[in-house]
Antibody
Framework: EVQLQQSGPELRRPGSSVKLSCKAS????????MHWVKHRPEHGLEWIGW????????KYAQKFQSKATLTADTSSNTAYMQLSSLTSEDTATYFC??????????WGQGASVTVSS | DIQMTQSPSFLSASLGNSITITCHAS??????LAWYQQKSGNAPELLIY???SLQSGVPSRFSGSGSGTDYILTISNLQPEDIATYYC?????????FGAGTKLELK
């Protein structure tokens, strides 16, 4: 069974950074792209970008180009997303999602990030 | 970027009824459209892909249709567990974009 287990909730100060993890089980992360999605209840879902864990290639939505950095560790079958220069606008729940041809067919449970002074 | 316009934003319906949600793409997405269901506090779940293909394990009361720029999600015989927010998403090109969501509640 494919499962994506994300790291726990985070509380950060404005201007700091945070690194979220997404550990896959039931498949090898090198077999599929891993996408990351931002969710804020009043703003819906926003696509952040993807990483190909096999070769580290990444692609980002323009809005997140300077905000997010996607990496992967194939030895631990884990994908990561670092968010930098945090502001209140980054307060959200972040999901990792495995994709098959662009369709997100398995999702992590989400990781809550709260940015507050 | 392809813009996805989803309507309605809110929908109130009775158990056993059928509902439809529409999604309009700003350009032809050639059927590369998915529908997701998100229950409060949970991760979205894939319902439909390639506009009309039902994801494994999803009840047959969910169906999708459409082509070009216009797509529809239909839920027949509405059940209590269908109360959720529904999103469309295109995957014709990058960046991927989602509709704004339709919040479905029981009347």
């Amino acid at each position: 069974e494919v499962q994506l287990q994300q790291s726990g909730p985070e509380l950060r100060r404005p201007g700091s950074s945070v690194k979220l993890s997404c550990k896959a089980s039931g498949y090898s992360i090198t077999d599929y792209l891993m996408h990351w999605v931002k969710h804020r209840p009043e703003h819906g879902l926003e696509w952040i970008g993807w990483i190909d864990p096999e070769d580290g290639e990444t692609k980002y939505a323009q809005k997140f180009q300077s905000k997010a950095t996607l990496t992967a560790d194939t030895s631990s079958n884990t994908a990561y997303m670092q968010l930098s220069s945090l502001t209140s606008e980054d307060t959200a729940t972040y999901f990792c999602a495995k994709t098959t041809t662009g369709v997100m067919d398995a999702w992590g449970q989400g990781a809550s990030v709260t940015v507050s002074s | 970027d392809i813009q996805m316009t989803q309507s309605p934003s809110f929908l109130s319906a009775s158990l056993g009824n059928s509902i439809t949600i529409t999604c309009h793409a700003s350009q032809n997405i050639k059927g590369w459209l998915a529908w997701y269901q998100q229950k409060s506090g949970n991760a979205p779940e894939l319902l439909i892909y390639k506009a009309s293909s039902l994801q494994s394990g999803v009840p047959s009361r969910f169906s999708g249709s459409g082509s070009g720029t216009d797509y529809i999600l239909t839920i027949s015989n509405l059940q209590p567990e269908d109360i959720a927010t529904y999103y469309c998403q295109h995957y014709q090109s990058f960046p991927l974009t989602f509709g704004a969501g339709t919040k479905l509640e029981l009347k």
